[in-house]
């Protein structure tokens, strides 16, 4: 079906939905004075976009705006998980002591039309809609990376995430052009037609064109080597707005690399494996970049002493895990990559909550932070970093090892044994620095001077909900594994 | 009793959530609330034990049913002769270990959790016939034990615990790359261990091999065997002595356990082909090399530490032979040692609880001052020798009748160590217990009634393992000898059938 402009509104609900929310909650910032309630209005505005995502009926799907958008199960799963991970994020900044002197009403409206943005890119079925939605991702993101006006670090990350991000972005746009040269259209349709048609395809300019796009997804999933923004701006934003760049900000890159590197420039063959379209020789390319990226991203890990920092890298790392499941061309290698990146948003969203339990008490983000926490009221909260950072690990029982051991399995099955094996290491190297906080809060004595870290019902509910989830889903993961099987079907064309 | 497999499994979680659940400032019940829940371990243990049918192969007690059924993956537990006697092994000597952990003081609550989470981790890994799910007990085992170690532990805890972990964890994604490699490429998707055994024949000989390979190091790491055992000493040092119970008694165990359940059964050809340099060459190296740095040491613990590794060679040595002397003899080595380097280690605490310190110079003439307890010691030191009429010695003699047809010159390697073995326990008992007393340790008291009671039933049960071996060896048999049966079949036709 390709849908024209009023006929696509009934699958736009939801970005409807956030567009009326931004423009409520910029409007109720300058009538009330309590600003208080605005960041629960934004959380209930969140909600009901991941409501009407999940009431959305199931079919087989549609274009939207005359082949701008695309409406299907695939752009439905990362909706959802955008959703959530913008949820925890409202959620997060109402119990964070950093965001409540800001400008509230402003803060979460920018943090919806983000959202939206997200949205976007995970439905974009056009180069130049993906790359518009990408840029108002992060121009947004650039706002709430340095949103602690008075915090030299938050703005020294903003101005990195921009220069960083506008050099990205640029060289995103250049590719695209080659990519229109070649193909004459940015629709990924006609791409996916052009690059399959027999006849002599300049190989090198598509390779060439595909790497300078790849600067543009690469950035925004951070993977080496478009990843030197990441620790610095992970460091310096507010500890709410780093979730939602680490979670939410990386699935939706996800989501649109995945669109591109897959219906747009390869095909489906038989049994639920793909192949690279002659043209296109992408394969080689993302393999080398998702071992660089956990490769790189376990050691410099090592030797991290700040709790953000060390997260962020961390990040790095697990996007190449990722990415593992992208490099090998098989619906298996989706659908893992689909579930790890579920995995991915509850356990590392919930080390983030933790930290910023902490940083709430203490002021501090450092590893010293937290010499001693279990041992100095702070049991609760060092239990659950403990299990979220296990999870990272992927140490059984928990979710972060059913994400492994999907993506693992899918790669033993296609035969990429030194991908694996490579793979495993990483995960060797990795519980080394996840485990590093874990020593500290546990093996560690506490000194006496640290400022004691109590209970908060807003922060702990969440929190609790998330180890919980990365527990009970670590034993009993089929409702989420079936989610992702639903959710691998893009939508190129009326059959 | 309907699912007594399960219970024996998930009893010890129980009593972990009562324990975190307790309030406060009821501490004291912790202890027996842990007593509480291991005992029902213990008597569940044996009844399996009271009716157990020796003559069958098959597997008993049997509890299947879907857990994640779109991967095969299955909620599957039972035993078979393989797995009986470390069931009992882990119900005796967890009982134990709690009673010896009376001695902790801090975080009891948080020890005694960890401990219960433990139990049922190593109860899961002998009881699992699901692939998948005995990976998960493997795994799940690994954290509480970095914690006892790491929080509960002597001065250089830290190191060992990460050691540890590192270590193990490294042996357990190998074996879970050759899990996915067996789910993959058998005659039908499936992580049933029964059923990958059924199909053995299915796989190359090149997957074979490299399958064989990457679960050998994640099963030889926790053995531990030779050069993967830098990790035992470290963390039995620091480790408290309850810890160092549960390490060598019921730990080291899975490593052969795996490969008798997993490498034998699943991969026979493999296991033939590498029977010799992988389990006799590097078993013969733990018993002697084992045997030389045990007598090296100069910590008392240290020292019980090496002779594990020693010991632990006879077991390899043992499966290597690929007979039925040799195969019983291994196992039956592994309940043997359990029980006696449990007793060992009790020993080493009794006197690190009074004496504070392990240095075996340190002391002297303990006899006169304790004659329980060097008594009970001197006991312990024979059976660890292997002297005639205590259980190790029939192990280990089965250990080199049946490997003597195949490897004589490991044999006569293996054998003349006993007396390397002799010497170093012989010399530290002297050191310690014998000759001038320390004036410092005059008035040290003797033996305390718990004590007494977690060290004489395990002496009781080497005592009747060592007159009647049967006891035990009655439940392997069948399956084993089926086992063995398996790996020399698949070998003389392996060229035939196999690519």
């Known amino acids: 079906m390709d849908l024209g402009n009023a006929a696509s509104l009934s699958h736009f609900l939801p970005e409807l939905l956030l567009t009326a929310g931004v423009i409520v909650l910029v409007v109720a910032d300058l009538i009330v004075r309590n600003k208080a309630p605005l960041g629960d209005l934004a959380l209930i505005i969140a909600a009901g976009a991941l409501v009407l995502i999940a009431i959305e009926p199931a079919q087989r799907g549609a274009w939207l705006f005359h082949r701008m958008l695309v409406f299907d199960a695939f752009g439905l799963f990362f909706r959802a998980l955008i959703a959530l991970a913008a949820m925890v994020a409202v959620w997060m900044s109402i119990g964070s002591e950093e965001v409540c002197h800001c400008d509230q009403g402003e803060y979460y409206a920018i943090l919806l039309a983000s959202t939206l943005g997200m949205f976007l890119m995970a439905e974009a079925t056009n180069l130049l809609m993906a790359y518009l939605a990408l840029e108002f991702v992060s121009l947004t993101s650039y706002i709430l990376t340095g949103f602690l006006r008075h915090n030299r670090r938050s703005q020294e990350a903003a101005l990195k995430y921009l220069i960083y991000g506008g050099v990205a972005s640029g060289t995103m746009i250049y590719g695209v052009s080659w990519i229109f040269g070649i193909a004459g259209s940015l629709d990924f349709g006609a791409i996916n037609r052009a690059l399959a048609a027999p006849g002599h395809l300049p190989v090198l300019t598509v390779f060439i064109a595909l790497v300078l796009i790849l600067a543009g997804l690469g950035y925004k999933i951070a993977a080496v080597p478009f990843h030197m923004w990441a620790p610095d701006v992970y460091t310096g934003a507010p500890i709410p707005i780093t979730t939602f760049l680490a979670v939410g900000s990386k699935a939706a890159g996800f989501a649109l690399l995945t669109r591109f590197f897959y219906p747009a420039i390869s095909h489906l063959g038989a049994g639920g494996s793909w192949q690279a379209l002659a043209g296109a020789d992408w394969p080689q390319l993302l393999l080398v970049v998702c071992v660089i990226t956990m490769t790189l991203g376990n050691l410099a890990a090592l030797q991290q002493t700040n709790m953000k920092r060390l997260l962020a890298y961390s990040s790095i790392a697990q996007a190449g895990y990722a990415l593992m499941g992208v490099v090998i061309l098989t619906n298996d290698g989706i659908r893992a990559m689909l579930f790890y990146l579920f995995a991915y948003y509850v356990m590392d969203a919930g080390a983030f909550l933790v930290v910023m339990i902490v940083a709430n008490a203490t002021g501090r983000e450092d590893i010293e932070a937290y010499r001693g926490l279990a041992w100095r009221g702070g049991a609760v909260p060092a239990v659950a970093l403990a299990i979220f950072l296990l999870s990272l690990t992927g140490i059984p029982a928990t979710i972060g090892f059913i994400g492994k051991f999907y993506i693992f399995a899918a790669v033993i099955r296609s035969r990429f044994y030194v991908l694996a094996v490579i793979g495993i290491l990483n995960s060797t190297v990795s519980l080394y620095y996840y485990m590093a906080p874990i020593r500290m809060m546990f093996l560690e004595e506490p000194r006496g001077d640290e400022t004691p870290v109590t209970f908060e019902l807003w922060n702990y509910g969440l929190m609790g909900v998330l180890a919980c989830a990365t527990i009970v889903l670590g034993l009993y993961w089929t409702p989420i594994i079936a989610f992702a099987d639903r959710s691998m079907h893009f939508f190129t064309g009326p059959s | ?499």
């Open chain 2, 1 to 499: 009793m309907t699912h007594p497999l399960t219970l024996i499994t998930f009893i010890p979680l129980i009593g972990m959530v009562l324990i975190l659940i307790c309030p406060k400032g009821q501490e004291k019940f912790i202890r027996w609330i842990a007593v509480l829940f291991t005992l029902p371990q213990l008597l569940i243990a044996g009844w399996l034990y009271a009716n157990f049918n020796t003559s069958t192969t098959s597997v008993q007690f049997a509890e299947h049913y879907a857990w994640i059924p779109a991967y095969h993956i299955f909620y599957f537990l039972g035993v078979d002769g393989i797995s009986i006697s470390m069931v009992l092994l882990t119900a005796i000597i967890c009982f134990i270990s709690v009673f010896a952990s009376f001695t902790i003081e801090r975080g009891e609550r948080g020890y005694y959790a960890l401990l219960l989470l433990l139990d049922t981790g190593m109860m899961g890994v002998f009881v699992a016939l699901d692939f998948f799910l005995f990976y998960v007990f493997w795994e799940v085992m690994l954290l509480p034990m970095y914690f006892l170690i790491g929080v509960w532990g002597g001065p250089r805890r830290e190191y060992a615990a990460i050691k540890f972990f590192l270590y193990t964890l490294l042996g357990s994604v190998l074996i879970l790359l050759a899990m996915l490699g067996l789910y993959y490429y058998g005659a039908t998707p499936t992580f049933d261990m029964v059923e990958l055994a059924a199909n053995a024949s299915h796989y190359s000989m090149t997957f074979q091999r490299v399958a064989w390979i990457a679960l050998f190091i994640g099963f030889a790491i926790k053995i531990p065997a030779f050069p993967f055992h830098t990790w035992l000493p470290d963390a039995h040092v620091e480790a408290p002595t309850a810890i160092s119970v549960i390490l060598a008694g019921v730990l080291l165990k899975m490593g052969t356990y795996g490969i008798l359940r997993i490498n034998f059964s699943i991969l026979p050809a493999a296991s033939h082909e590498f029977a010799f340099w992988l389990l006799g060459v590097v078993g013969t190296i733990n018993i002697v090399y084992g045997a030389l740095c045990a007598m090296a040491q100069t910590d008392y613990k240290k020292l019980i530490a090496y002779s594990s590794v020693s010991h632990m060679g006879y077991v390899m040595l043992g499966m290597a032979a690929l007979t039925e002397a040799g195969i019983n003899g291994a196992v039956l080595q592994m309940f043997n040692h359990g029980t006696i380097t449990a007793m060992l280690f009790l020993l080493v605490g009794v006197i690190y609880d009074r004496a504070h310190h392990r240095e075996i110079a340190g002391f002297g003439g303990l006899a006169s001052q304790m004659p329980m307890y060097a008594a009970l010691t001197g006991f312990a030191f024979f059976a660890a020798m292997g002297l005639p009429g205590l259980s190790a010695f029939i192990s280990e003699v089965l250990v080199l009748i049946g490997a003597w047809r195949r490897y004589p010159m490991m044999t006569i390697l293996g054998a003349g160590t006993a007396i390397l073995t002799a010497g170093y326990m012989l010399w530290t008992f002297q050191r310690i217990y014998l000759g001038p007393l320390n004036e410092k340790y005059k008035g040290l008291a003797d033996l305390t009634p718990r004590e007494f009671f977690m060290l004489v039933p395990l002496a009781i049960i080497v005592l009747i393992l060592g007159v009647y071996p049967h006891a035990i060896l009655g439940l392997l048999g069948a399956s084993l000898n089926h086992v063995n049966q398996a790996v020399l079949m698949a070998h003389a036709p392996a060229a035939a059938i196999l690519p």
